[in-house]
């Protein structure tokens, strides 16, 4: 099989707005890949996860754009350019406050689609266990096309979460709906999948049922695997491999995974991230996502990584994985 880029057709099933086609779509609009910067693929500028679905539609946006604004400010004085907010709809997704947040900045900010099926579902709609594959995608092409709710702002990827373990039917719906949604607006795939090699099979098998190839699907939390294999196998098949969560205590690992994927050669697949948190409202406190820059960029160097490596793995990688374009299988 080749991978094969497509522009969208114009077609009842497509979203038909060839303008976006190449583009990244920020909470400000579409913008050129080139001009994104030191791009962070997996954080949460504010997150309600672990609250009830209730609870997490209340909160003071005003407060948040107060507590979160200082820390991404500094976070841009250390290099940060560009950020794709992985807080998904039902645990805190504000495209508003991303919005608010951008203007004040600078910083380029990404909201997602989707649905989080990890945690044991907690975060599905009711209306998803009815609906088929093809319905959920519905919704989700609707963000896309008129924007979330009234907002109108659209979303730049589609995020996914699923359970450990085998596919269970909700989780297995909601990645075809993401396979489906990809062909219909060419929006890059993040899946929360972590220590689960069978269910990147199962996943990808999916993709690839759906004609579409595993280079529009993200490997989030890859990092949590114990074996380099199934990240290596990952790759030569064209998917993202996601090394996130990177802290203080997981800068040795994730050197070596990272050594190990550029030994194979597939750095040209890896995206690295923090999965932090500037702002949690269930009271833990945040998780900072700096150490890449103060941290883990200069051990990188250290250890023999190039200048050009390490703009491909901040700069050029996450710019190719989100722009938007079909890929699809020949």
Not at 78 to 86: I, P, R, V, Y
Not at 118 to 146: C, H, L
Not at 302 to 319: C, M
Request: glycine share 8%.
């Amino acid at each position: 099989m080749t991978l094969l880029i497509l522009l969208l057709a114009t077609s009842a099933t497509a979203f038909c707005e060839p303008a976006y086609q190449g583009k990244v779509m920020t909470v400000l609009g579409p913008v050129s890949p080139q001009t994104l910067g030191i791009f962070l693929p997996h954080e949460h500028i504010m997150s309600s996860f672990g609250a009830t679905e209730e609870q997490a539609a209340a909160y003071d946006r005003k407060q948040a754009y107060d507590t979160v604004i200082p820390y991404l400010t500094k976070v841009k004085s250390l290099g940060l350019s560009t950020l794709a907010d992985c807080t998904a709809a039902f645990f805190g997704r504000d495209p508003l406050l991303l919005k608010m947040l951008s203007d004040s900045t600078g910083v380029r900010l990404i909201t997602n689609t989707g649905y989080y099926a990890a945690a044991k579902d907690r975060y599905v709609p009711k209306t998803a266990y009815d609906e088929s594959p093809g319905q959920i995608a519905d919704r989700w092409v609707a963000e896309f096309v008129d924007g979330i709710g009234e907002t109108g702002i659209h979303p730049g990827f589609i995020k996914i979460g699923i359970d450990g373990g085998p596919l269970s039917d909700i989780d297995a719906k909601i990645v075809r709906a993401a396979a489906i949604t990809h062909r219909r607006t060419g929006l890059t795939i993040a899946a929360h999948t972590g220590g689960n090699p069978q269910a990147v099979s199962q996943q990808i098998l999916i993709l690839k049922e759906e004609g579409v190839h595993p280079s529009a699907w993200i490997w989030v939390h890859a990092q949590n695997t114990d074996e380099i294999d199934p990240l290596i196998s990952a790759a030569a098949q064209g998917a993202w491999i996601e090394l996130d969560a990177i802290r203080e205590t997981t800068l040795e690992k994730h050197l070596t995974y990272l050594k190990a994927l550029k030994a194979a050669g597939y750095l040209d697949r890896v995206l690295l991230s923090h999965d932090g948190n500037s702002m949690r409202l269930t009271g833990k406190p945040p998780r900072q996502y700096e150490k890449l820059f103060t941290d883990f960029i200069p051990l990188a160097r250290a250890e023999g990584f190039t200048d050009g490596e390490i703009e491909a793995l901040t700069v050029a990688n996450p710019a190719r994985a989100f722009t938007i374009g079909m890929r699809l299988l020949e």
